[in-house]
């Protein structure tokens, strides 16, 4: 089964979705086209093809635009396009064929039933006896007893149970410095994430973990940048003014020979008490393109970047870890420090 077939209307057979033949259709001729600016993606499955419609639904001002609009309305129309190409160009690559097809049905885990425990309390208060229970009675048979005697989770599993961490996770603590004083962090990295002990980090490097993602891994590298105190400005003028961030849109260091990077979306917000900038972006490199997510923190002293690069073939596989970790940087000194104006969702791009 091809996908140029006579009246489809297709435009360009595009590069293969995950080992599936694809191409695009224009909407020109459809009645979308007064609905939708975006893309149609076709993809071959096993034996169908599957339409995929990627786009930002189109208003009744994009249709019929008013005269002499203010160029801040013009902008401000051209960016919600430039949103949505970056966010078709993440989406329409990421569909999976599960590899059973339609013989696929997912496997529901049977629930035992819980088995009821005799506790010390309930015994206690139909005993009417506050003498101890002797070895071996059905009152040893506590709760905190059972699991002592039945525990099986490993002690890198243990870690994932922290407060303040998610299941999946550890919390890495470490510590950095300025040139004034230095400070406690933490960071969630997954528990299958292996620390790289030779990592350089005589400069400005922290730490860096790799994470097995199929026949491939995803590496997370932490560094420290500028120093984040404010000096010519208000620390509100800092926190918009991008250029003193000095931030590079590159992967991590593993990845050589990456050339200009091409960035798919950039945030200014605030994560545990700090600015924060996030980034998202698709490096070529020597072997492979590379999918970086950054978050560049306006940490106590100095600035922070949190790195999670991935190659691209298994973005979609590790892109929800990369999200988690780059976002999970707290330092308990940011909670102390002044307060900041909310950035929201302010353009990052204006200095």
């Not at 089964?1 to 995950?18: D, E, F, I, K, S």
């Not at 309305?73 to 064929?97: H, M, Q």
């Not at 120093?227 to 003193?244: C, D, G, W, Y």
Request: hydrophobic share 35%; aromatic share 6%; proline share 7%.
């Amino acid at each position: 089964m091809g996908l140029a077939t006579a009246g489809t209307g297709v435009n360009t057979v595009r590069a293969p979705v995950n080992g599936h033949a694809s191409a695009t259709v224009g909407l020109g001729t459809c009645p979308l086209n007064q609905e939708v600016l975006g893309t149609v993606q076709l993809v071959l499955g096993d034996g169908y093809v599957a339409p995929m419609i990627c786009g930002y639904p189109l208003t009744a001002e994009d249709l019929h635009p008013a005269p002499n609009r203010p160029i801040a309305t013009v902008v401000k129309t051209y960016d919600r396009e430039n949103n949505g190409r970056r966010a078709c160009d993440v989406i329409l690559p990421s569909v999976r064929f599960h590899e059973h097809g339609s013989a696929w049905h997912p496997k529901v885990a049977d629930v035992a039933p819980k088995k009821a425990v005799v506790t010390n309390a309930l015994l206690g208060s139909n005993s009417g006896s506050n003498s101890a229970p002797d070895a071996g009675s059905p009152a040893e048979a506590s709760l905190g007893n059972l699991a002592r005697v039945n525990k099986k989770t490993s002690e890198t599993e243990v870690l994932t149970e922290l407060q303040h961490t998610a299941p999946g996770f550890s919390s890495y603590d470490f510590k950095y410095c300025s040139k004034e004083a230095c400070f406690t962090a933490s960071l969630q990295i997954p528990v299958k994430a292996r620390k790289n002990e030779q990592f350089q980090t005589a400069y400005s490097g922290l730490f860096e973990f790799v994470v097995p993602v199929g026949e491939t891994a995803a590496i997370i590298q932490a560094s420290t940048g500028a120093p984040s105190e404010t000096h010519l400005m208000t620390r509100a003028q800092f926190i918009h003014s991008k250029v003193n961030w000095w931030i590079e849109n590159v992967p991590a260091v593993n990845f050589s020979g990456a050339g200009k990077a091409k960035v798919w979306s950039e945030q200014l917000t605030t994560l545990s008490h700090m600015p924060a900038r996030l980034a998202t972006f698709r490096s070529p490199t020597t072997v492979q393109p590379v999918i970086t997510q950054l978050a560049a923190y306006m940490a106590p002293g100095v600035f922070i970047q949190i790195r999670c690069s991935v190659p691209e073939k298994v973005y979609a596989d590790a892109q929800d870890m990369c999200q988690h970790v780059v976002r999970s940087l707290e330092v308990p000194l940011a909670k102390t420090s002044p307060g900041d104006e909310h950035p929201g969702n302010d353009d990052p791009g204006n200095e």
